[in-house]
Structure formats: C-alpha cells, structure tokens
C-alpha cells in the first residue's frame, strides 16, 4: 500500500496570502496524483488531477507541482472561500488508492 | 448536471447489516467506474470499494472485505454497498463518488453529499 504524507497538519494563513502544502507517497507515484478540497458539510471538490491539471471551473490561483515522491499544491492568493481542509490522493498503485490525512487551510 | 444522492444510512448496532444506495443522474451512469468513500468523525477520506462500469470487477479495502460488497444496477443508475458485521469503526459518512474512467479505479471528479453510518449500541 502506499502511504501518503501530508504536511502540516494546520497551516494559518492571512488573506491574500500565499499557502503552499506538500503530499509526500512512500515509493513513486509518478504524476498520478489528484488533489481535492473539502469544506465542512460539503462534498469534497476535485482541483487538480495529473499533479498539476486543474479541473474544470477550478481558478488559476491553485496550482499543482511534483512527480515521484513529492508534490506540492499552491494557492496563491487565499480567497475566504479557500480555508478548507485539502487532500491529495494517489491512483498510481490500487487496490486501494489512497489519501494524504489532510492539511487544514485556517484564517490567521 | 452531474447528482449523486445517497440514501440508507442510520444508526445500526454492532454487528447488524445496512444497504446504501446511490441515485446518479446528469451523466450516462453505465459508463463509468464508481466508488464508495467514508470519512469517521475527525478523520480523513478513506477509499472502501470500487466497481467497473459493467460491475465485472470490484476491489475493496482490507477492513472491509468479506463484510462490505459494492454492486450496481445500471437499468436503475443506482449504487449500492451492503454492509454486514457492522463494527463501531465503521461509523462515518459514506459518499459515493464518480470515478473518471471506465475500466479500473483513477480519481475522483464527482461526490455525493454522504450519509452518515452510525454503529452505536
């Protein structure tokens, strides 16, 4: 199985900051990772697949980068709408795929 | 556009069994992989089952196999996952999601709004 790595668990960002999670996979991966975000009460969000592509409707501001072991996605410039926990998630090794714990975007 | 609406969650006692079932619409249900993903309370997503489009192939997770099988019937777009031997771990939201392919389990572009299990005495 391979096991994914979030970090930070909690990252506090003012607004109009820039935020920066990583996703770590205990052996390559490749590029097949997805990252989603998940809003309280919600369902949880596709943003970007392929480590790096944006999803339909999903705003320049997320950006996704990496391949092998480690990945990294950006938010540039934090909207209100953008604190939300954040997941990453590989498709490269199944059964089963799996997901990072999660990093928790706050507002500082 | 793209529904995933699921249905049967509750509360349940250890060991008792539940049936969830997912209702698709907005996309041609037949076609595509589904999965079923649950999240315990303060917890992060876990991924519990997969079928292929034609429900030919399936793979769940190890804490759930021989306990939880996904199944479809595609004449109904429904989803289903019966679930016996309850155990409190399984206690979470359910969400059934869409996968984008076809044939084997890739990633996730559409979920359901979940249903809460609870395994509770």
């Known amino acids: 199985e391979v096991v994914m790595t979030q970090s930070p668990a909690t990252l506090s960002v003012s607004p109009g900051e820039r935020a920066t999670l990583s996703c770590r996979a205990s052996q390559s991966v490749g590029s097949n990772l997805a990252w989603y975000q998940h809003k309280p009460g919600q369902a949880p969000r596709l943003l970007l697949s392929g480590a790096s592509t944006r999803a339909t409707g999903i705003p320049p501001r997320f950006s996704g980068s990496g391949s092998g072991t480690e990945f990294t996605l950006t938010i540039s410039s934090l909207q209100s709408e953008d604190f939300a926990v954040y997941y990453c998630?590989?498709?490269?090794?199944?059964?089963?795929?799996?997901f990072g714990g999660g990093t928790k975007v706050e507002i500082k | 556009q793209v529904q995933l609406v699921e249905s049967g969650g509750g509360v349940v006692q250890p060991g008792g069994s539940l049936r969830l079932s997912c209702a698709a619409s907005?996309?041609?249900?037949?076609?595509?992989?589904m999965h079923w993903v649950r999240q315990a309370p303060g917890k992060g997503l876990e991924w519990v089952a997969f079928?292929?489009?034609?429900?030919?192939?399936?793979y769940c997770a190890v804490s759930v196999k021989g306990r939880f099988t996904i199944s479809r019937d595609n004449s109904k777009n429904t989803l289903y996952l019966q679930m016996n031997s309850l155990r409190a771990e399984d206690t979470a939201v359910y969400y059934c999601?869409?996968?984008?392919?076809?044939?084997?389990?890739?990633?996730?572009?559409?979920w359901g709004q979940g249903t809460l299990v609870t395994v509770s005495s």
């Open positions: 998630q590989q498709y490269y090794n199944w059964p089963p795929l799996t």
């Open positions: 079928i292929r489009y034609d429900g030919s192939n399936k």
């Open positions: 907005g996309f041609t249900f037949s076609s595509y992989g």
């Open positions: 999601v869409k996968d984008v392919r076809w044939q084997q389990p890739y990633y996730f572009d559409h």
